[in-house]
């Protein structure tokens, strides 16, 4: 029986288990969303901006480990998802994202919203493609899952003309794919394995640094058993984060330009990093130069362009997380004894000095304006029982966030780390949320960053998607307002937000739940009554605006350089400026 | 250094700018990329020749490689080769010049393949010293067009694509 390629596009989402669609409607799709209508087993999420759709999809695909799929049309709506696949392809999320393009007779001639979908998204996808022949719909679908899920995730577009979705075809989906041109390596080198597992055992000062590669991977279990194995601490990337439970104690916390000072020296005067799914991004490597200079680098990566892409590697190990690892505990099981743990027993101990010397801090008086690490750490206390799922969106918040919500396993934790897109949180959440409909998802969000995505609440009310949003409201960019503060001689360029809207108010307009926080005491009994409602929550939570984030590398700096507190001149500063409400403008523009 | 990197992708639409796109969106020089089909016609080759240090070629073999319509990559600088490079060069010629520029012609063992009273339509091929070294020489004569080919290269052995070359490498 033929079916038009409409009908298509669902049978194959179908037999790639999609259940879920966040999208939003136009004129060359409107064949494929009267399609979607007329039938039950896939949802459809209708979303305020295609902005908003990617950002959903990317959550949904963080949380469940399957691709996340949206659906756009041409023109304007192509261009306003470019922000989500750019997104996920920094952070290597597996993404299917469908577009609709213009009839094909009329490609190439500034048809009404025509853009080119496949020269937009080409620099921000791992491959994309236009279909221009029924024929090849179902074929191109299965190619598209398959390369969005294998080796290094990603996502993938598939642009569909709009005679593509009306004209039909006979439809049969393949069984496999094979592409000439792409075969992932996930089998590690047996004989570098072997040098790795040597390395490790000689090591007097090794180190795990972990990243996002080991939760695609799903390999938790497997870097749970090495280092308890072989007693080597744990630091975790911003996108790491979860892989290793945060509270072990083996776990050093999270590494890099805003990371605890324990993970930081540990790197520094390793002598052996064992990098696992993490990439050596400039916010972790700091000055290149200086980085890890006492220490043999073992890297094992799916894909080799990040290996020896930003610093010298001298064991690598092309493969799976997985697999690698699953071979090289093999290999220690029969290695390892009692001897490694003596021979590491110095470094420990210069670990758990370092640790002591200089843990987390911050200092929340007891009437004194809220601080948000205290909200972090409390929300933190309040759900740890109930593994929720934890997004953010991009700043300050965001690295308290990384540095006080400790997670315990994988597929919890949604931040944007390659890109940095602020909005990206609040969406985000709503796709895990819509992937889990009875779990907990909360969103630790920033006052600029949530109005970027701000108008999705009406998607999540209609959904029903009960997100708790708690905005960590300190009435700036506060990552913008820190930077300026220790590098520009406090001038608040475009950094004060002036006025922000009521987001009590605000929740109220969209038919959800709106709550402040009006002073610390306040604090638990509002993030309960929060936790409690089945509507999406936003909490909002005025925090004192100057409070800074520590540990800090200055960009290009050197690991084991990092500012702790607050320079004699700020603080002086500030005890002053605390004074200031941030309704004050002038004065706080002028501080 | 200038590596000559041999690239055998799907012959598709789109593939050339993949390609391209690759090199200027993470700044990778090309000196000069050459695309023609092959004896399969469901793929195309291209000589792309480029310079960089090694890290930047590993790079650049690398980020090929994981292109889903890259085949197949050969960094030809690993093994022994040759190349060739072709030029149209049209020429100003009247009088004396004219059997001057045929002198020229002749040393460079290259062609005339089109004259008109006032031009000399020349073609020669080589490596690009050698083409470098006509057209300075026909210069005085006054060039009104040249056109070159950029590279085309070929391994004198079979050779492995580098992606599997890498791993043996790294196991040395
Ligand atoms: C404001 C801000 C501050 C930041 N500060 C920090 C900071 O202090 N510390 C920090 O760490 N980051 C920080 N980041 C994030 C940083 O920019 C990078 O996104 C992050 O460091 C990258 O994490 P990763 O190395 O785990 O790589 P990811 O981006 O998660 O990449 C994963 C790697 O694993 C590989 N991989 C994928 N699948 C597999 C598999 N199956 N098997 C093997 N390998 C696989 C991939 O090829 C890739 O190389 C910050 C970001 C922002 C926005
Ligand atoms: C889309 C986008 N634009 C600009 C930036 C640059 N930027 C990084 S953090 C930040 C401030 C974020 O403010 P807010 O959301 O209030 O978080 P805070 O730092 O105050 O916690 C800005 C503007 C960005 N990351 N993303
Ligand atoms: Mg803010």
């Keep these: ?591 | 250094m200038e590596h000559i990197i041999s690239v055998t992708v799907e012959n598709k639409f789109g593939v050339l700018s993949r390609v391209a796109g690759l090199f200027s969106g993470r700044g990778f020089n090309i000196e000069s990329l050459s695309v023609a089909p092959t004896l399969d016609p469901s793929m195309s080759q291209m000589t792309i020749v480029t310079s960089g240090d090694e890290r930047i070629i590993e790079q650049i073999v690398k980020q090929l490689n994981k292109l889903i319509d890259v085949i197949k990559v050969v960094d030809l600088n690993e093994t022994e080769f040759v190349s060739r490079e072709t030029a149209i060069i049209k020429v100003h010629t009247k009088d004396a010049d004219r059997a001057e520029a045929l002198r020229i012609v002749d040393i460079f063992r290259a062609n005339v393949i089109d004259s008109t009273p006032s031009t000399y339509t020349i073609e020669v091929s080589g490596d690009p010293k050698k083409i470098e070294a006509i057209i300075n020489l026909l210069q005085p004569l006054g060039i009104k067009d040249l056109v070159r080919t950029g590279r085309v290269a070929v391994a004198r052995e079979p050779v492995r694509p580098v992606a599997m070359q890498a791993k043996k490498v790294a196991r040395d």
């Design chain 1, 1 to 591: 029986m033929k079916l038009t390629g409409a009908e298509i596009f669902i049978e194959c989402l179908k037999r790639e288990g999609v259940k879920t669609v966040f999208a939003l409607p136009g004129g060359v799709v409107l064949k494929i969303f009267d399609t979607l209508h007329q039938q039950k087993d896939i949802e459809v999420i209708l979303t305020r901006h295609e902005q908003g759709a990617g950002h959903m999809a990317e959550g949904y695909a963080k949380a469940t480990g399957k691709a996340g799929v949206c659906l756009v049309t041409s023109g304007p709506g192509m261009t306003n998802v470019i922000t989500a696949l750019a997104d996920a392809y920094m952070d290597s999320v597996p993404l299917v994202c469908f577009s609709g393009q213009v009839p094909t007779s009329f490609i190439g001639n500034d048809a009404f919203q025509e853009a080119d979908n496949v020269g937009l998204s080409r620099p921000c996808t791992k491959h994309n493609f236009l279909v221009k022949d029924v024929n090849d719909l179902a074929a191109t679908i299965k190619e598209a899952f398959y390369i969005a899920t294998t080796g290094r995730p990603g996502p993938v577009l598939v642009d569909i003309p709009k005679d593509v979705s009306m004209a039909k075809a006979e439809f049969t989906y393949p069984n496999s794919v094979s592409i000439r041109g792409y075969n992932p390596t996930y089998e590690g080198n047996k004989w570098q394995i072997k040098q790795a597992a040597e390395a490790i055992m000689k090591a007097k000062k090794p180190i795990l640094y972990v990243g996002g590669g080991v939760i695609f991977s799903g390999a938790s279990q497997e870097l749970l058993e090495l280092a308890e194995m072989t007693q080597i601490p744990v630091d975790m990337t911003l996108m790491g984060l979860g892989a290793f439970p945060g509270e072990h104690l083996l776990s050093l916390g999270m590494l890099g330009m805003h990371g605890t000072y324990q993970a930081n020296m540990a790197m520094h005067y390793s002598d052996l990093v064992i990098a696992i799914g993490a990439r050596f991004d400039d916010r972790v490597t700091g000055k290149v130069s200086e980085f890890c200079p006492y220490a043999k680098v073992i890297h094992v990566d799916i894909d080799p362009t990040s290996i020896r892409k930003n610093i010298h590697v001298d064991i690598p190990i092309v493969g799976d997380c997985k697999t690698v690892l699953r071979e090289l505990n093999q290999i220690l099981r029969a290695t390892v004894n009692g001897e490694q743990k003596d021979l590491r027993k110095p470094w420990w101990d210069q670990i758990r000095e370092w640790q002591q010397a200089h843990p987390l801090t911050y200092h929340q008086e007891k009437d004194g304006p809220i601080k948000p690490q205290q909200v972090v750490k409390r929300l933190y206390e309040l759900t740890k029982d109930r593994d929720p799922i934890v997004s953010t969106d991009v700043g300050q918040h965001q690295m308290w966030a990384a540095q006080y919500f400790k997670l315990a396993k994988p597929n919890r934790w949604l931040t944007s780390g390659g890109l940095g897109t602020m909005g990206f949180g609040f969406p985000a959440a709503m796709g895990a949320q819509a992937a889990f409909r009875d779990r907990l998802v909360l969103c630790i969000a920033g006052d600029g960053s949530i109005q970027m995505n701000m108008q999705e609440m009406a998607t999540a009310v209609v959904n029903k998607l009960p997100v708790k949003i708690i905005i960590l409201n300190n009435g700036f960019h506060g990552m913008v307002r820190q930077w300026q503060d220790l590098f520009y001689e406090g001038r608040y360029a475009s950094s004060y937000l002036d006025t922000t809207p009521d987001f009590v108010k605000l929740a109220d307009a969209y038919g959800a739940v709106g709550l402040r926080v009006k002073k610390v005491g306040d604090l638990d009994a509002v993030l309960k009554e929060a936790l409690a409602t089945d509507k999406p929550v936003i909490v909002d939570v005025p925090t004192y605006p100057y409070e800074n984030c520590y540990p800090m590398i200055p960009a290009g700096g050197c690991n084991h350089e990092m500012i702790l507190e607050d320079p004699p001149e700020l603080k002086k500063k500030q005890s002053g400026a605390a004074k200031v409400t941030p309704e004050d403008k002038d004065t706080v523009l002028t501080a």
